[in-house]
């Protein structure tokens, strides 16, 4: 007798091939080569990060500009920790709290401010945070920057080690993204977005709600810092600027801000775009600044939300017929 999945066809389907991927993706540093398993590992970062975007940005609703600040605090404190002698799991965490603490710093202020202001609240801690990075020399090295001490698993080189330590790391922000998604917190973030006057009303407090998910986008994103400094071996201010903070606009506006997988899809276009604009310098940002406008205009809710588009528009026909018949 065959064997039987429970649920239907299309659940075992898709349980199947999630397997399939799972084993592709483990067993990935013994299918290519090093430059592509460093640029899926920039895609597994960069995805990471993201995931604190869906936090701030598509479930809260709030625009925050700061992500690429917040990973520069987490690769500066994991580089500086690890260097004083710090297990670098115990630096990671450490990292992701100090930037969590950043990340409620900027938010208090921001809690009071919306839109237009509140964008330019938290771009000016992201420039602020670039003076930072230059002027705390004994830390981050200042414009010369820094050396980071590589990672290396038991039994595992270089590239697999810093493959699988982003594999990890993003597999867990993902379920945990998605487990928060699903559970209060997700209601709280979407209720103070889409109706933060009754919010109250409700029980739930617009500011304290702000406040978490803040932390939790910043606490994420100087998680991601980590694994950034492990992708880059060298650090230095202006890798933190407003080049990056673009990449991230266009990873979360392409992707899709309000989908847990729309930073990986997101982050596949921006790590594919810098390896093959490398050569055009500063006019990357005019190709960027393109796509993102072109992104805003035709597919406001990204690529992940193409399949559902594409489903509603195989129904439309039915329904003049279904309408025509009672």
Known sequence: ????????????AGWAAALAGGLVLLALPGLVNPYLLFQACLVMVTATAGLGLVLIMGWSGQIALAQAGFLGVGAYTTTYLVAQGWPWPLATVTAGLVAALAGVLIGLP??????????????A????MIRVFVEAVPVTGGIAGVAVEAVVLPGIDVDGSRWYLCLAVAAVTTVAVVRAGRAG??????????A??????????PMRTKLLAFALSAFIGGVAGALYAQCLSYLTPEIFDMGLLIEFLVLAFLGGVGYVVGPFLGAIVVVVLRDLLQDLGSWQRLVYGLILALAIAFLPRGLASLPARLRDRRRAPERPVTAAAS
């Open 1 to 12: 007798m065959p064997p039987t999945f429970p649920g239907s066809p299309r659940r075992a």
């Open 110 to 123: 921001a809690t009071r401010l919306r839109g237009f202001y509140l964008a330019i609240a938290t771009l």
């Open 125 to 128: 801690f992201a420039e602020l």
């Open 185 to 194: 917190l997700g209601r709280r973030l979407r209720v103070v977005r889409d």
């Open 196 to 205: 933060e006057i009754a919010a109250p009303s409700l029980g739930i407090s």
